[in-house]
């Protein structure tokens, strides 16, 4: 069994920041693409940014410049810094990971969702 576990959510004003990390655990070989996503009311989940094994990063165009995401492989940890936030970036943000738990066996995980909430 997996498990991803979320923190670094809440409320923070606009223009401000915040840094959200994601640490699993259990067994596992190793994890391959992380991601953050998030899902604001009324709309659909949308990734936020992805990060491959390699270390190659994509972001949603809403979010180019102003979001990092990073991993440090030693601690099974997806971090994503947010930076001059708004408030269209108010969401429930989840993490993601794929996991490798075996031979030819490769789990998405999630975490449960932290809530970001960006006041104006």
């Known amino acids: 069994q997996v498990q991803l576990v979320e923190s670094g959510g809440g409320l923070v004003e606009a223009g401000g920041s915040l840094r959200l990390s994601c640490a699993a655990s259990g067994l596992m070989f190793r994890i391959n693409a992380m991601g953050w996503y998030r899902q604001a009311p009324g709309k659909e989940r949308e990734l936020v940014a992805g990060i491959t094994t390699g270390g190659s990063t994509n972001y949603a165009d809403s979010v180019k410049g102003r979001f990092t995401i990073s991993r440090d492989n030693a601690k099974n940890t997806v971090y994503l810094q947010m930076n001059s936030l708004k408030p269209g970036d108010t969401a429930v943000y989840y993490c993601?990971?794929?996991?490798?738990?075996?031979?030819?066996?490769?789990?998405?995980?999630w975490g449960k969702g932290t809530l970001v909430t960006v006041s104006s």
């Open positions: 993601n990971a794929d996991v490798v738990t075996g031979v030819n066996s490769v789990m998405r995980c």
